[in-house]
């Protein structure tokens, strides 16, 4: 029973760089949402997705990318790694949105050199 | 806009001094209320739902209340593994924007 795991754990990048995190869950949940998390400003939404195709945009969307084709995944890409990306990442899901308790993974460490 | 407060930020006890940590929202209409527990270096791990006024919910050493205003997480007889940082969130009335509140850190000497 994985439940949701996140990879890589940490990441080490430079400024200009793509850099692709990854979530999978085994729960077959519909929801599935990208935070970060950052000392003063605690857990912000980036993106989430209700199903397979289906996104939208979350508190601090501007310089990440996500796409979610199958329902189990959701990777989130920073298309031109900037220092201010910075943080540490979680992927969450859910079984029907933000109402419903939302269960975390382990967490992605990125510096951005 | 929702806003979600939560005090002291941090606190310090002795095993088996027992306190209680705040959690003060603002929502047009509650859905709910989350109490997380987050580990350092560990994504949150969910402690309890709470979906209305007068509602208590317990767990071990933990006991969660809420109010119309605020939630209360009661610690009683703390031991050292209760040292974490606890998280309350809540959802808007409408949408999918989770709001956090910034954590109280607490630290449970032996």
Same mark, same amino acid.
């Given at each position: 029973?994985?439940?949701?795991?996140?990879?890589?754990?940490?990441?080490?990048?430079?400024?200009?760089?793509?850099?692709?995190?990854?979530?999978?869950?085994?729960?077959?949940?519909?929801?599935?949402?990208?935070?970060?998390?950052?000392?003063?400003?605690?857990?912000?939404?980036?993106?989430?997705?209700?199903?397979?195709?289906?996104?939208?945009?979350?508190?601090?969307?501007?310089?990440?990318?996500?796409?979610?084709?199958?329902?189990?995944?959701?990777?989130?890409?920073?298309?031109?790694?900037?220092?201010?990306?910075?943080?540490?990442?979680?992927?969450?899901?859910?079984?029907?949105?933000?109402?419903?308790?939302?269960?975390?993974?382990?967490?992605?460490?990125?510096?951005?050199? | 806009?929702?806003?979600?407060?939560?005090?002291?930020?941090? +606190?310090?006890?002795?095993?088996?001094?027992?306190?209680? +940590?705040?959690?003060?929202?603002?929502?047009?209409?509650?859905?709910?209320?989350?109490?997380?527990?987050?580990?350092?270096?560990?994504?949150?791990?969910? +402690?309890?739902?709470?979906?209305?006024?007068?509602?208590?919910?317990?767990?071990?050493?933990?006991?969660?209340? +809420?109010?119309?205003?605020?939630?209360?997480?009661?610690?009683?007889?703390?031991?050292?593994?209760?040292?974490?940082?606890?998280?309350?969130?809540?959802?808007?009335?409408?949408?999918?924007?989770?709001?956090?509140?910034?954590?109280?850190?607490?630290?449970?000497?032996?």
């Amino acid at each position: 029973d994985a439940g949701i795991t996140q990879s890589p754990r940490y990441k080490i990048t430079e400024t200009g760089r793509q850099v692709t995190l990854m979530c999978h869950q085994t729960w077959s949940h519909s929801y599935m949402f990208w935070y970060r998390q950052d000392l003063g400003h605690g857990l912000r939404l980036i993106y989430y997705s209700a199903a397979a195709d289906i996104t939208d945009k979350g508190e601090v969307p501007d310089g990440y990318v996500v796409s979610r084709s199958k329902t189990e995944n959701f990777p989130l890409t920073l298309e031109s790694a900037t220092r201010s990306q910075t943080s540490v990442y979680f992927c969450a899901s859910s079984d029907s949105g933000s109402a419903d308790t939302q269960y975390f993974g382990p967490g992605t460490r990125l510096t951005v050199l | 806009e929702d806003q979600v407060t939560q005090s002291p930020e941090a +606190l310090r006890l002795q095993e088996g001094e027992s306190s209680s +940590l705040n959690c003060s929202y603002t929502v047009s209409g509650l859905r709910g209320l989350f109490w997380y527990r987050q580990d350092p270096g560990k994504g949150p791990e969910f +402690l309890f739902t709470l979906y209305s006024a007068g509602e208590e919910k317990e767990k071990e050493r933990l006991k969660a209340t +809420l109010t119309k205003k605020e939630s209360f997480l009661h610690i009683t007889a703390p031991k050292p593994e209760d040292s974490a940082t606890y998280l309350c969130a809540v959802p808007p009335a409408a949408g999918n924007k989770l709001t956090f509140g910034g954590g109280t850190r607490v630290l449970v000497k032996p």
